[in-house]
T-cell receptor, first 113, second 112 residues
Framework: AQSVTQLGSHVSVSEGALVLLRCNYSSSVPPYLFWYVQYPNQGLQLLLKYTSAATLVKGINGFEAEFKKSETSFHLTKPSAHMSDAAEYFCAVISGGYQKVTFGTGTKLQVIP | KAGVTQTPRYLIKTRGQQVTLSCSPISGHRSVSWYQQTPGQGLQFLFEYFSETQRNKGNFPGRFSGRQFSNSRSEMNVSTLELGDSALYLC???????????FGEGSRLTVL
């Protein structure tokens, strides 16, 4: 079975500050991991994905995530928050063929000017 | 390349009615998944179709059903609508079994 836990349903950061959104997963086999972003009244957009090629994954809009097998984590970071980063972020996992994609409960990021 | 297209974008129904939502995946994508998103329950998986066959299913009552056509387009149907069915319904397609999902903009259903 696979699952995803996102710590913190709401995170607030100041503009220019570090963004850190946490994601832990459970999987019985090496996973594929994803981060998605959702702006109001829109669908989800892929930020980045981990597919075992490299542990540090760079995505769009300056975001990156590091896969840590020992910690079963895949936290999302961005060095400097921008107002346009305010959105909801979802971590997701697939842990094998024919598996559905399992999403975390999401983290709403607020950026304070 | 066109993205995932969902129709209609917005609709209003009354309790007891039924609704059909449509999804056209990205060309070449054979897998289509449906999700329900509500403020209280978050993003919940409904079902996934691959080559016209349902291969994964979430924990929703039988009122929720879907199908996929030979051209990979998919529809989902909700019968006997309840107030709690008000939600954003998202469709997503992907290439392979471990590929990322590409989402449409969703169909927002309001049940009165």
């Amino acid at each position: 079975a696979q699952s995803v836990t996102q710590l913190g349903s709401h995170v607030s950061v100041s503009e220019g500050a570090l963004v850190l959104l946490r994601c832990n997963y459970s999987s019985s086999v090496p996973p594929y991991l994803f981060w998605y972003v959702q702006y109001p009244n829109q669908g989800l957009q892929l930020l980045l994905k981990y597919t075992s090629a490299a542990t540090l994954v760079k995505g769009i809009n300056g975001f990156e995530a590091e896969f840590k097998k020992s910690e079963t984590s895949f936290h999302l970071t961005k060095p400097s928050a921008h107002m346009s980063d305010a959105a909801e972020y979802f971590c997701a996992v697939i842990s094998g063929g024919y598996q559905k994609v399992t999403f975390g409960t999401g983290t709403k990021l607020q950026v304070i000017p | 390349k066109a993205g995932v297209t969902q129709t209609p974008r917005y609709l209003i129904k009354t309790r007891g009615q039924q609704v059909t939502l449509s999804c056209s995946p990205i060309s070449g994508h054979r897998s289509v998944s449906w999700y329900q998103q509500t403020p209280g329950q978050g993003l919940q998986f409904l079902f996934e179709y691959f080559s016209e066959t349902q291969r994964n299913k979430g924990n929703f009552p039988g009122r929720f059903s879907g199908r996929q056509f030979s051209n990979s387009r998919s529809e989902m149907n909700v019968s006997t609508l309840e107030l709690g069915d008000s939600a954003l319904y998202l469709c997503a397609s992907r290439t392979g079994d471990t590929g990322e999902l590409f989402f449409g903009e969703g169909s927002r259903l309001t049940v009165l």
